[in-house]
Nanobody, 114 residues
Framework: QVQLVESGGGLVQAGGSLRLSCATS????????MGWFRQPPGKQRELVAS???????NYANSVRGRFTISRDYAKNMVYLQMNSLKPEDTAVYYC????????WGQGTQVTVSS
């Protein structure tokens, strides 16, 4: 089973920043494209950012230019730097394989107040 543990969420005012962290294992991060997903209240989960093994990144239109995904192979971590946050970014954020096929963790709540 893929172990993915998210952290770093919180309450922030619009325009603020947060950095989410995802702890995983070397066996997972070294051979998989990774992604950050989010699920807003009452809505479906969506992929917002992904990063390939080679480091190529892709973003949803709604976050492009504001969010940055990165990975640290030495620490077996995946990060999501979120800047210029908006109330519509409020959601539970999850990391997973970019395909979404790993075991979902508990996620981390991000709440952006206006």
């Amino acid at each position: 089973q893929v172990q993915l543990v998210e952290s770093g969420g919180g309450l922030v005012q619009a325009g603020g920043s947060l950095r989410l962290s995802c702890a995983t294992s070397r066996s997972i991060i070294s051979i998989n494209n990774m992604g950050w997903f989010r699920q807003p209240p009452g809505k479906q989960r969506e992929l917002v950012a992904s990063i390939t093994i080679a480091g190529n990144t892709n973003y949803a239109n709604s976050v492009r230019g504001r969010f940055t995904i990165s990975r640290d192979y030495a620490k077996n971590m995946v990060y999501l730097q979120m800047n210029s946050l908006k109330p519509e970014d409020t959601a539970v954020y999850y990391c997973n394989l970019a395909s979404g096929s790993g075991r979902w963790g508990q996620g981390t709540q991000v709440t952006v107040s206006s």
